[in-house]
Nanobody, 128 residues
């Protein structure tokens, strides 16, 4: 069973930075996986932010490119989302998600329904 545990959220002022972490467990060495970050602001749909697969191929939503970076430390089984120059509109609950289907899409635009595993979320609040 794959488990995802996010951390690192908090409150920052506009222009600040945060790094979110997601501890991943349950995949075996050599397994294919896709790890992604989604976010959901109050009253809005959950949207994809960034994704990375087990080959290290990354994808970041166009509007966030240049400010957000996805990475992973495979030795620590941890996924990261580095967020710089944060804006009030980045305020949302951020979720780590994963699927292990090689044939399925693994990009920032992948449908949320593809992801079987979800973390509990970590709140990011950016004040102006």
């Amino acid at each position: 069973q794959v488990q995802l545990v996010e951390s690192g959220g908090g409150s920052v002022q506009s222009g600040g930075s945060l790094r979110l972490s997601c501890e991943v467990s349950g995949y075996l060495y050599g397994d294919y996986y896709c790890l992604a970050w989604f976010r959901q602001a109050p009253g809005q749909e959950r949207e994809g932010v960034a994704a990375i697969n087990s080959d290290g191929i990354t994808s970041v939503a166009d509007a966030l490119t240049g400010r957000f970076t996805i990475s992973e430390d495979t030795a620590k089984n941890t996924l990261y989302l580095q967020m710089n120059n944060l804006k009030p509109e980045d305020t949302a609950m951020y979720y780590c998600a994963s699927h292990g289907t090689f044939q399925a899409s693994c990009t920032a635009f992948s449908a949320r329904g593809l992801f079987r595993y979800w973390g509990q979320g970590t709140q990011v609040t950016v004040s102006s």
